[in-house]
């Protein structure tokens, strides 16, 4: 695997908040199993659900444990509008091919929602309508030939004007589109849950396991570890965030950094319907509200450099966007209680990467998930699950590894 890095700095909200514990323990042997999953953040636990429901054998790993990396540190807006927006995206991948996209993302959180209720996990799951709003990179006029890209694509989009937005936000804006049916969750909680239900099916988890080698044969995949024991896995899931495993090529691939306060609760300032709120420029605001009332707000992302440099810009980046905020939504306190960043791997098209390794027919990595982590974990979980059970999944094609 490639350097450890710092995920994210800060205190997330979400640690306010009290998740069930998921039990570990030492690999002090080698081992077998089915599958070896790397990673136990968002993407990992449900890469490792959906694998054990269909009974096979799971190990999972992770150099640090479970729900520690970049998980706490996301704003869970779980949300099928992928970043990159429809008419955007059919200019870099083609009409049909973005309309596809679009059209999974909707699915997995329509899957997800449905996993959720059938497992029983208590993860503050609450749908929400999203408003994207008019910005630098969509203005009024963009945004109307966004409505008609979506619904084009068989997706509800309601375009708002100016008086619209107003009257039925409360936002001072030139125009928006309002979508249904995205998701609320806290992500503790969830991967917690998911984590827990494959647990319960007989997944071993071990950490801290640092996996330091990856040798393939036509049967299977031989992993090396830090502390010694190796594990032999007929096959190998790479979920890992933006930390690479050396075997996966970067191109294509780069990190982002982002940050993000959260405010006192106060239910009673709070916006109509409490949509989720993002803006259609470069850098974006969003914004959201938790089971309790408070505000979190993140944006002002920017390309990743070193940990040092990111962690430092803390207090600037607080500042600016609790400033954001209190102008966006002058009713509000928009004083931070939390304040975090963390980093993101993302992909020149916006769209993940769930594909086979370069030379390894056996290892499949997922990443480049962007501002999407909950939502293109879904499709992950999908795709890897059908071709672990010799399918091949429609959508497939469209999250390969870029040329």
Known sequence: MNRKLDLRTGRPVWMAYRAPRVETRKLVRDIKTDV???????????IAEALTADGLDVVVIDRRGPIIGSTPATTALVQYEI???????????????????????????????????????????TPRPSLLL???????????????????AGLFAEYLTAGQLRDGFGIDRDA?????????????????GLHLAAIARGARYYAPVEATGFSSTSTGVEVGTKDGPSISARHVVLATGYELASIVPPKGHSIVSTWAIATRPQKSKLWPQQAFIWEASDPYL????????????????????????????IGEKTARI??????????????????????????????????????????????????NGITFSRIASEIVRTELNGGRDSDAALFGFPD
């Not at 070896?36 to 449900?46: K, P, R, T, Y």
């Not at 008019?134 to 203005?139: H, P, Q, W």
């Not at 905020?325 to 306190?333: A, F, I, N, R, T």
């Open 286 to 313: 969003y914004l959201r509200t938790t089971v309790d009332g408070r505000v979190i707000c993140g944006g002002e992302d920017e390309e990743f450099q070193d940990e040092g440099a990111r962690d430092a810009l």
């Open 134 to 152: 008019a910005g630098n990179v969509l203005g009024p006029g963009a945004l109307r030939d966004e409505a008609e890209a979506r619904r084009a």
């Open 322 to 371: 609790s400033e954001k905020l209190k102008k966006l939504m002058p009713g509000l306190d928009a004083t931070p209680e939390f304040a975090w960043t963390g980093s993101f791997g993302t992909t020149s098209t916006g769209l993940p990467i769930i594909y086979k390794a370069p030379r390894h027919a056996r290892i499949h990595a997922v990443m480049g998930y962007g501002g």
């Open 83 to 125: 970043d990159q927006p429809l008419t955007l995206l059919s200019g870099k991948i083609g009409k049909a091919r973005a309309q596809a996209a679009w059209r999974r993302s909707r699915l997995a959180v329509a899957n997800l929602s449905a996993r959720i209720d059938e497992l029983g996990i208590a993860c503050a799951k």
């Open 36 to 46: 070896l999953v790397v990673g136990m953040g968002i993407s990992g636990a449900m």
């Open 176 to 192: 928006a589109i309002v979508s249904p049916d995205n998701l609320a969750v806290d992500p503790r909680k969830l991967t917690a």
